[in-house]
């Protein structure tokens, strides 16, 4: 049983900083990409970043040059550094790894998700 167990959210004043973590557990033997989305109510979930196997990033453009993503595959473990927050960017945020390939399955999964609020 694979499980996405994030943590790093919390409150935080406008121009401030924080970093989420995000763990797969379980009997992995590969993960393709790990991922951070974010959704406010009413509102679809969007991607914020994702980084692949190899190294490759993608980054909403909002997030471009005050977030960065970053992974420790020997960990299965994904970061994300949050800097210059702003009230915009206050959202239930997401852990998803995909392709994981375990010993019963290849799919993908997603965290339970931790708050960040970022108060202006």
């Known amino acids: 049983q694979v499980q996405l167990v994030e943590s790093g959210g919390g409150l935080v004043q406008a121009g401030g900083s924080l970093r989420l973590s995000c763990a797969a557990s379980?009997?992995?033997?590969?993960?393709?990409?790990m991922g951070w989305y974010r959704q406010v109510p009413g509102k679809q979930r969007e991607l914020v970043a994702v980084?692949?196997?190899?190294?490759?990033?993608t980054y909403t453009d909002s997030v471009k040059g005050r977030f960065t993503i970053s992974r420790d595959n020997g960990k299965n473990t994904v970061y994300l550094q949050m800097n210059s927050l702003k009230p915009e960017d206050t959202a239930a945020y997401y852990c998803k790894a995909e392709g994981v390939h375990s010993w019963s399955s290849l799919r993908d999964y997603w965290g339970q998700g931790t708050q960040v609020t970022v108060s202006s």
């Open positions: 980084i692949r196997s190899g190294g490759l990033t």
């Open positions: 379980g009997t992995i033997f590969s993960i393709n990409a």
